[in-house]
T-cell receptor, first 112, second 113 residues
């Protein structure tokens, strides 16, 4: 399966600290995306990084991609209570699939 | 949620009954998707559509059918619901084919008893 795997499954930090989540995947990709899901809601797109990029920033988010290790990390700096959510990585498959493959997510809790 | 409405938001039904979930978008996006979300499995694609009356199977399509008669509406039907289809169902849309950014609806919680 192409499905990504996030690590850790759950993470609890104090407000103001940085949060790092990791994603590993199995096959070659065109791009990798990160999504956030608040409880009881749909997923919201955060950032997309293409296979020829190594790092990308968006506000307090920093994403890295290492295609040689088939892994990505999402760093949220100066976390806030509102960042409490589940975070998912999603990968496409370079060979023909027409959809994104989602991991099982990291549940982030930011304690005020 | 990006002009996507799913209905109903919650449904409880009995094994063997037919169920139809509806996804309505106001974004005029060409591509529409149905995913299910289950603990330990992440989101898995059921079916997707790349235009009116153009649909294809996803990773977990058995027991499901879809229809798209208008750009804005994508229906997911469980012909004869089973307990294994208890899940949260999400509709998503995108402007381009599935490897690009998706916009999700708020989901439908379906319980099959």
């Amino acid at each position: 399966s192409q499905q990504g795997e996030e690590d850790p499954q759950a993470l609890s930090i104090q407000e103001g600290e940085n949060a790092t989540m990791n994603c590993s995947y199995k096959t070659s990709i065109n791009n990798l995306q990160w999504y956030r899901q608040n409880s009881g809601r749909g997923l919201v797109h955060l950032i997309l990084i293409r296979s020829n990029e190594r790092e990308k920033h968006s506000g307090r988010l920093r994403v890295t991609l290492d295609t040689s290790k088939k892994s990505s990390s999402l760093l949220i700096t100066a976390s806030r209570a509102a960042d409490t959510a589940s975070y998912f990585c999603a990968t496409d498959a370079r060979t023909g699939a027409n959809n994104l493959f989602f991991g099982t997510g990291t549940r982030l809790t930011v304690i005020p | 949620d990006a002009g996507i409405t799913q209905s109903p938001r919650h449904k409880v039904t009995e094994t063997g009954t037919p169920v139809t979930l509806r996804c309505h978008q106001t974004e005029n996006h060409r591509y529409m998707y149905w995913y299910r979300q289950d603990p330990g499995h992440g989101l898995r694609l059921i079916h997707y559509s790349y235009g009116v009356k153009d649909t294809d199977k996803g990773e977990v399509s058995d027991g499901y059918s879809v229809s798209r008669s208008k750009t804005e509406d994508f229906l997911l039907t469980l012909e004869s619901a089973t307990s294994s289809q208890t899940s949260v169902y999400f509709c998503a849309i995108s402007e381009s084919m599935g490897s690009e950014k998706l916009f999700f609806g708020s989901g439908t919680q379906l319980s099959v008893l």
